[in-house]
């Protein structure tokens, strides 16, 4: 009840909207300010168009009732009326279509660009590389708002931008003309950022492209909008655009990380350790099809409790986390401790009785 | 009632509802046949059994009904409207596949190997070679994404053996079929016999080099799963061969008909649909010859 | 030749009987009605389970994929099976009775295109129940996700969109070659009331359109069971591809929704303006030209899927144009209603309302025709505004406003005015809390096909999920008009409309049976022609 109430104060009162987001974003580059300016453009014209329609019809519901003892005319044609309201709106609509097709032009056009992201759609996270950098990394929704999902009002008040946070964010430089190549692994995804005016289809097999060039540091979230399956709506995406000499420095720091992991890579692991990590790497990344209890969701999700593959060999197990099967993904993106950890995990949780893998094992498998 | 101006109204019928039965159990036993359903396959000739008796029985009754000379001329334009807009809509659903076939070759293949606004693409396919024959050849990762995995042809059907045989038996049955109508408009009956049987030879030595065709394509490795290519391929001749195959069971009950004196000279509408559909058969196999087997 | 067995022709037959074997255009205009109506029912209370999951944030009722189901359903059930069958028995009951025939041309094969929809429709409600659950890929259902990603029950699903295909391709041939073949021998084509006309083009739109369908659910059925790849570019083929095929169908097929819409609603409005329609050729040419465009524009679905720039340029400014015809329509209505004598009974309420919110879906339609500024608005909630606007106020709004116009010509009898009315006002304005905000929804970023979303959004949705709720109701208050008007409304006279017109107003109270099984004479025609 007291929901109502704000809501149809919120109605009332016109201030609220802006607060409350009612219209679209200006963003932060230029191609969306031009988006911007294009809507509003074509939403004033409408307005203009529908007054002046709606006034003439209301006007006419008013003035000629018959309780009001209107009696009806009998003209049916005008070949003049109707010229002017076949010529007057196509007019209007080439005043439009003039600026929508520079800025479609625009931004279309990704040559200027300085450095270059990949995307790729995963169902249901966001893979990024940085081809020249050598970074690369996967982007899942973060666990406090997984958690908050069937949880309670507060748990969501409480979960940091619920729906619209990660565990690991993309990082840009700002004020650099960057070009996303969006592609997919499995089915159509769609990478939007509100704010920079980018929206682009991920279809897999084919490489898209869009460009942005950010002139605010600070941080944008978005999220993917086509349907792609079970936990489309659950797939964000946040950006942290830091300033070029933060980029330079947040770049080293991934690289240093990535050549520790690639040296613990070559070590033994202890069991207790690779099943802690395997936890986090598996509710991160397998738990959405698997789920968290291992159960899966029969049909089309098998159990890992009791799985065969799980039970069985490391060799199968390896080879259908490296290579996917049907709507199991690659996995190939994990490095090799997180998926050692993962399938330790898988084969001892929930009961079950596999062995333990160790990196090595992963690293000569691929 | 005065006389000019009769129309004619049916009874109520029992068919279109047997056939709803037929077509729908056909299908649910083909989709449950697919999945690996035990009985899927036996519901499905259930389904095909109660639809072909609901052919013969609901055109066996129109046919009666023309022959005890019910119908009028109305009733004929409206058979006549119905079988020509019957047959644009069979144009739309091969202009599917054609646009499928189109596309692939004018847009998707290019692209995949860098063609116009998809200059990175090629990055996802080390190694991709383009070029439309070429497509089952040289894509690495000769697993689709469903699992299956792709086969690779080791050669192609050669244009200017069995499809050019094919094309001029179409085109000749064509011929055949037209010297059977001015038969039957001037009332030659053994003339219109002897033609029609000519045209269903001709449509069914097409058919038997067609299977032989797919035999040869298939014993090469040309399959469905030889990706675009043997996908578009099959499944445009497919649908076409099934076409000949229907064209050429109408066409016996034509001659069937004929011989039982159906038609006269002025009053042969169901002939003349037979023959539009004849003729719409193989001007999409004029379309195959030229855009699957020929470009 | 002689008329055939005449003395069976009186009445109907008896018992369920009757209506499996009928061949009679006003029975299968109301079993398809009533079909209708039933699964507008069926979709209405997924589209309640949708709003309701969304009535706040977080995962209360469902699960996600059971939503995806929803969604996928509801788009599909009133589609395929309310809005659709709605018109064919619409024209099945009016056009026979408008051209001055005594029925279809076809009228076996009439009630074949009825008798498969249940079982199409059953087959399709029935995966819902199998392994897997039903198809959740929305009623696009864009290749990969129903192909190698979907559950076994998908096969089901394209079957019954093939059956779904058939039982409309036999509609619009039975529609073309009664309006063609069976029409009065003295109306002209240029006499032909606006609704004959508008439905008449839809049967091209139809014809063109659900084979094209037919064929992309069929590569679908290959590439999941027999190893094909046209939507799959490890193979060549291309996910877009499947996009390009099916908005090929796609767009006809939305306009094959309102097409007849604009024939209902240029009755209804000269009737209570009782002057005649503005402008009646032009109504039609604007017809033709809107169905023309409407096979030249799809792409317009499809800006984001990364289209050369050429092709986004061509589709923007394509579908821009079909601002035009429309615009020509709406220009007619208002000025048919100019210095008309104006009544507001509630098939006119209905129409006047379908002119100013479809005009407000059309609008949104011209922003989301702008490429550039579509990146913004694809697959958000703006979508779902828009094409709620044109569907439910224009769609489904124009077959409200018609079965109150034409009930008394159906049942003999006259619905409650008053309640209907107080049925008026609720849904107009509920609908508008319901739809309305999505609007804001989807400009502040809300994407389409969630089932949870973040907590910004959480207001609108909750106005937006009441205001569905009491849509909803209001469907129970409709259906207690149409049931007590059959059952206990007063006589209602031949012509129960003041100013209304058109042959079917020349008949009996309640239509009989056979209608005009003499053809009506020139003059009669002239009198009752929408272009004088
Ligand atoms: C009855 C159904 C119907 C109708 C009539 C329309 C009408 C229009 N539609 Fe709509 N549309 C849908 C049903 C419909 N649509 C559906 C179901 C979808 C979503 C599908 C999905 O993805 O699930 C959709 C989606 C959709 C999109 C894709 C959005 C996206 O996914 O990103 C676009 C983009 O161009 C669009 C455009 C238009 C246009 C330009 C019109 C025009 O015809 C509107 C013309 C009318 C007017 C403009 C108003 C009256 C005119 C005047 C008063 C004259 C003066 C006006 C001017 C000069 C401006 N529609
Ligand atoms: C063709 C016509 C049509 C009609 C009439 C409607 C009617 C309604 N639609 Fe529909 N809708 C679509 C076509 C239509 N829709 C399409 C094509 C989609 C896209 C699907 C996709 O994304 O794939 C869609 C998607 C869609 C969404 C977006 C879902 C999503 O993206 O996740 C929503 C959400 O609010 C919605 C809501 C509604 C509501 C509340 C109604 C109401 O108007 C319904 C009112 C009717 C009733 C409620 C039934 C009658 C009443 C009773 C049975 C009484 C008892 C009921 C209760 C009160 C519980 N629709
Ligand atoms: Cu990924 Cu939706
Ligand atoms: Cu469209």
Redesign the pocket.
Known sequence: MKKLVVAFGLLLNFNAFAEYGVNMTEGVTSVSRDIYGLHMMVFWVSVAIAIVVFGAMFYSLYAHRQSKGAVAANFHESTKAELVWTVVPIIILIGMAVPASKVLIDLEDTTKAEMSIKITGHQWKWQYDYPKEGISFISNLSQDSRDAVNGTDAGRENADNYLLNVDKRLVLPVDTSIRFLITSNDVIHNWWVRDFGVKQDANPGFINDAWAKIDKIGTYRGQCAELCGKDHGFMPIVVDVVSKADYKKWVVKQQAAKAAVVASATKTWSKADLMAKGETVYNANCAACHQKTGLGLPPVFPAMKGSKIANGPVADHINIVLHGKGAMPVFKILNDVDLAAVMTYERNAFGNTGSVVQPSDVKSAR | MSKEQAYYVPHGTYWPIIGSIGIATLFVGFANQMHGVEWGGSVMALGFAITVFMMFGWLGQVVNESVSGIYNSQVDRSFRWGMSWFIFSEVMFFAAFFGALFYARQLSVPWLGGADNNIYTPELWNGFKTGWDAIAFTTPGATLQSGVEMSVPTQLVNTWGLPALNTLLLLLSGVTLTFAHHALRAGHRHQIIGWLVATIALGSAFLGFQIMEYGHAYHDGLKLTSGIYGSTFYMLTGFHGFHVTVGVIMLTVILYRIQKGHFTADNHFGFEGVAWYWHFVDVVWLGLFIFVYWL | MTTTHDEHHHGPEKGLMRWIKTTNHKDIGSLYMWFAFTM??I???F??G??AE?LQPGLQLMEPQFFNQL??M??LI??FG??MPAFVGLGNWLIPMMVGAPDMALPRMNNWSFWILPFAGGILLSTFFMEGGAPAF???FYAPLSTTFAPDSTDFFIFAVHLLGFSSIMGAINIIATVLNMRAPEMKLMDMPLFVWTWLITSFLLIGAMPVLAGAVTMMLTDRNFGTAFFDATGGGDPVMFQHIFWFFGHPEVYI?ILPAFGVVSHIIPTFARKPLFGYSSMVYATASIAFLSYIVWAHHMFLTGMPVAGELYFMYATMLIAVPTGVKVFNWVSTMWRGSMTFEAPMLWAISFVFLFTIGGFSGLMLGIAPADIQYHDTYFV?AH??YV??TG??WSIIAATFYWLPKWTGKMYNEKLAKVHFWWAVIS?NV?FFPQHFLGLAGMP???PDYSLQFADFNFI?SIG??A???S??LLTYIVIDCIRNGKPASARPWEGAKGLEWTLEPKAQYHSFNTPPSRKLIEAESQNS
Do not use: D, N, P
Request: net charge positive; hydrophobic share 65%.
């Open positions: 507008l029912l979709g209405g209370a589209a309640m949708i709003r969304l969604t996928t509801h788009g009133m589609v309310a809005i929305g009623w696009t929704m779902v094409f709620h569907l439910v769609a489904l609908v319901l389409r096909r969630i937006s569905g709720f849509f909803g109701a469907f129970i």
